[in-house]
T-cell receptor
Framework: DGGITQSPKYLFRKEGQNVTLSCEQNLNHDAMYWYRQDPGQGLRLIYYSQIVNDFQKGDIAEGYSVSREKKESFPLTVTSAQKNPTAFYLC?????????????FGPGTRLTVL | GQQLNQSPQSMFIQEGEDVSMNCTSSSIFNTWLWYKQDPGEGPVLLIA?????ELTSNGRLTAQFGITRKDSFLNISASIPSDVGIYFC?????????????FGTGTRLKVLA
């Protein structure tokens, strides 16, 4: 089945540690996105990538880094510089260059910093 | 910057009742997306709208693209307990082709059996 997978589902980290969240898609989508969701709030864009080896900062990129070495994969690293990393992280993907470019989401990773 | 306002923020309804929610933008959109998110899961796309005035249904769900292009509406008919969740609207940030979307803060729906 085509879709987006994120792993792990739950992640615990000690303060001061970097952690990498995985996102893989087999939808053959060119664009991929990372969002952060806090309780009672909407989705905020962290980073996005429209093509392999290229990515752009979103609204809240500070303390995060990404890479896009393969079309299918867009891992997100939460660095120790992120002041308040505990949140629900969502990865999404979409087509590019077409009229209909709905974004599809993965199941999310809940990160808790201890 | 662009903002999306969803209302109501939350609602409690009885099973079998119809539900209406809306989303308004500070600027014109050419696309509206409606998503549902279950607790602890990623949002699932319900309906996509691409034309002003468009009315689209998906089972018991019906969404409309407002004629002013600054609003959209989602209706759920004959609600059932599994309709509980958070409903988000989304629209494109700009027309530059970057495909970034802005999301509303959500309408939290609770259905009382």
């Amino acid at each position: 089945d085509g879709g987006i997978t994120q792993s792990p589902k739950y992640l615990f980290r000690k303060e001061g540690q970097n952690v990498t969240l995985s996102c893989e898609q087999n939808l053959n989508h060119d664009a991929m996105y990372w969002y952060r969701q806090d309780p009672g709030q909407g989705l905020r864009l962290i980073y996005y990538s429209q093509i392999v080896n290229d990515f752009q900062k979103g609204d809240i990129a500070e303390g995060y880094s990404v890479s896009r070495e393969k079309k299918e994969s867009f891992p997100l690293t939460v660095t120790s510089a992120q002041k308040n990393p505990t949140a629900f992280y969502l990865c999404a993907s979409s087509m590019v260059g077409v009229s209909y470019n709905e974004q599809f989401f993965g199941p999310g990773t809940r990160l808790t910093v201890l | 910057g662009q903002q999306l306002n969803q209302s109501p923020q939350s609602m409690f309804i009885q099973e079998g009742e119809d539900v209406s929610m809306n989303c308004t933008s500070s600027s014109i959109f050419n696309t509206w997306l409606w998503y549902k998110q279950d607790p602890g899961e990623g949002p699932v796309l319900l309906i996509a709208l691409y034309k002003a005035g468009e009315l689209t249904s998906n089972g018991r769900l019906t969404a409309q693209f407002g004629i002013t292009r600054k609003d959209s509406f989602l209706n759920i008919s004959a609600s059932i307990p599994s309709d509980v969740g958070i409903y988000f609207c989304a629209g494109p940030r700009d027309t530059s082709g970057t495909y970034k979307y802005i999301f509303g803060t959500g309408t939290r729906l609770k259905v009382l059996a």
